[in-house]
């Protein structure tokens, strides 16, 4: 199983959550070996066993037994509970509901949702909710800023996909911490909720989440995770007090250009009715913070291709979260995608090798992987524009029944952009075109002008994204100074 396998290592890296803690200044070597643990059991395991403060594991068990107890004095569900999927309202659930044909009765914890559009809640909610929220948000967005520093990324890449922090007045939060109990006894009625087909109990059932990373615990084994290997095993059999799982989704997934693969998990939803033959059976409860993307983001790969990453077809163009979250893909969709690099995760037994010998091993490697260079940024703008050309501006003229006619470059910036009528005045402002940007086809536009024309025209690119593309080499030099301790 990689390096991982061959240093002996047979299960997911424990790590705790303060060794993740970036500061500024020089790296620490407890943070280094951190990050490389948690890079090589994500590649290896698709799972990595975070161990929060010890302050922090009371309000989770505290929580967990709250949830427990919370929904062991629900009565039977009833129909009005019955949650139906609705891709479009996936950042929308909060409070209390059912999802019989998988076994499990969820509450919803929302900041900014509770009591809105109907998710009006009536009953005393577990107790800590909120408390907790804050305290595993900060931590998965710690991990997240590891996973972006083993990646050789900038800092704080993935922040303009997150929520605010705090949130503004009026927000509401996409994250979600989702409590869960599975098979609790005289909860469901098949007969009544279910449908023939789904009235048979299901072994297993595999998924992958949407979100960007999923920090879970458990108050009993049942979660199975796929390996790199394409094996099952059991993640949460021997979790400690402060032990959570954490795991990934297809969101990051997107905004890594298939470098990170997501975490497919399955539930055994027999399994708490083998246990507990000759026990008392109670079902198995959860708690889970969700790290989501806002749905109004754009999920791109800019980040990684400014970290030198070569980005394969299937990811090159940036996509709307909110669109992103209607995709259905099975598990073998995602494994069969082609063109996705592997990548290989730096092993921490390497932290201690000289700088010397790993600068020059990072030349090597350098000089090795120049022909899988990214675009340069000049063409990669003038190919974005193009398409956005094609897709929306070619849209809205065939909408109106415009036909476009370009001007010469040099005669739009003298003449008509400062004139009060000009031959492209009525096309400009029929099309809203941008202002100041000359009326002439994309692909002979400057560089900063097609900045101009994306940033009006395609959410997804913004000045600060494009002068990190028209800076892909100064970045490299940088993240090549921070090589020693990350690469061979």
């Not at 240093?7 to 020089?26: F, H, N, Q, Y």
């Not at 929308?92 to 809105?116: C, L, S």
């Not at 975490?263 to 969700?290: E, M, P, W, Y």
């Amino acid at each position: 199983m990689g390096a991982m396998a061959a240093a002996g290592v047979t299960s997911p890296a424990r790590i705790k959550l303060k060794d993740l803690v970036a500061i500024d200044g020089l790296s620490s070597q407890d943070y280094k070996i951190a990050v490389a643990s948690l890079s090589q059991s994500l590649r290896n395991f698709n799972a990595a066993i975070i161990q929060v403060p010890q302050p922090d594991d009371v309000l989770l068990r505290c929580v967990l037994d709250s949830v427990r107890m919370f929904f062991h004095s629900k009565p039977m569900v009833g129909a009005d509970n019955v949650r139906a999927e609705d891709p479009q309202n996936w950042n929308r659930t909060a409070g209390y509901y059912a999802e019989p044909q998988h076994f499990r009765e969820v509450f919803d914890y929302r900041p900014g949702r509770m009591n809105v559009e109907g998710a009006v809640v009536t009953e005393l909610p577990p107790t800590g909710l909120p408390e907790l929220f804050a305290i595993l948000g900060n931590a998965t967005r710690v991990c997240l800023d590891a996973i972006a520093c083993s990646l050789e990324m900038r800092s704080f890449s993935f922040t303009d996909l997150l929520d605010n922090m705090p949130l503004k007045p009026g927000e509401m939060a996409t994250s979600v911490l989702s409590s869960c109990c599975h098979n609790r006894p005289g909860a469901h009625h098949p007969a009544n909720l279910l449908t023939s087909e789904q009235g048979a109990l299901q072994l297993y059932e595999e998924d992958a989440d949407k979100g960007l990373l999923t920090l879970m615990k458990s108050d009993k084994p049942g979660l199975q995770i796929r390996d790199l290997q394409g094996r099952w095993f059991v993640v949460d059999a021997d979790l400690g007090p402060q032990d959570m799982i954490l795991y990934t989704g297809t969101s990051l997934y997107q905004a890594t250009g298939g470098y990170l693969s997501p975490s497919f998990h399955r539930t055994d939803n027999n399994a708490d009715l083998s246990q507990a033959q000759g026990s008392i059976h109670l079902g198995r409860c959860t708690v889970a913070f969700k790290l989501m993307p806002r749905a109004t983001a754009i999920l791109h790969c800019s980040a990684m291709t400014a970290a030198g990453h070569a980005i394969g077809s299937p990811f090159q163009h940036p996509v709307a979260v909110h669109d992103f979250m209607q995709r259905t893909q099975t598990m073998d969709q995602l494994l069969a995608r082609p063109g996705v690099p592997t990548f290989s995760f730096t092993a921490p037994v390497e932290v201690f090798v000289p700088a010397t010998s790993q600068l020059k091993a990072a030349m090597k490697r350098k000089k090795q992987v120049s022909r899988g260079k990214p675009l340069a940024p000049s063409k990669r703008l003038r190919l974005e524009a193009q398409r956005v050309l094609k897709e929306r501006v070619q849209e809205i003229a065939d909408a109106k029944g415009l036909k476009i006619r370009y001007c010469n470059l040099k005669e739009c910036e003298e003449q008509h952009l400062n004139a009060a009528q000009s031959p492209c005045g009525h096309l400009r402002e029929a099309m809203n075109w941008p202002v100041g940007v000359p009326f002439v086809h994309p692909h002979d536009l400057p560089n900063k002008a097609k900045q101009a024309f994306l940033e009006a025209y395609e959410p997804g690119w913004s000045a600060n994204q494009d002068s990190e593309l028209g800076m892909v080499e100064v970045v490299q030099d940088q993240h090549g100074q921070m090589l020693p301790f990350l690469m061979k």
